[in-house]
């Protein structure tokens, strides 16, 4: 089993930055793909990023060119820095961890990001 700790979520004005942690524990050899979704209350999970074992990221287009996705291999931890917020980026955050091609198995239990206008 994988285990995934979220933190770093929290409240902050509009325009003003976060840094969200995931920190994954277990048999790590069972993944190889760490990624960020977010919901909002009544509405579905959305993905906003993902990263590879090697390095490779993917964003949702709510998130380019504002959201960084990295790893730190040694800390066996994924961060999301996020920038430039806005209210419409306001939701529970959760980071979530499978394969490549099979998906998301494993997921935190959310950390709340509330940003205010």
């Known amino acids: 089993q994988v285990q995934l700790v979220e933190s770093g979520g929290g409240l902050v004005q509009a325009g003003g930055s976060l840094r969200l942690s995931c920190v994954t524990s277990?048999?790590?050899?069972?993944?190889?793909?760490v990624g960020w979704y977010r919901q909002v209350p009544g509405r579905e999970r959305e993905w906003v990023a993902n990263i590879r074992t090697g390095g490779a990221t993917l964003y949702a287009a709510s998130a380019k060119g504002r959201f960084t996705i990295s790893r730190d291999n040694v800390k066996n931890t994924v961060v999301l820095q996020m920038n430039s917020l806005t209210p419409e980026d306001t939701a529970v955050y959760y980071c979530?961890?499978?394969?490549w091609g099979t998906g998301y198995e494993y997921w935190g239990q959310g950390t709340q990001v509330t940003v205010s206008s």
């Open positions: 277990g048999r790590l050899q069972m993944i190889d793909l």
């Open positions: 979530a961890a499978g394969r």
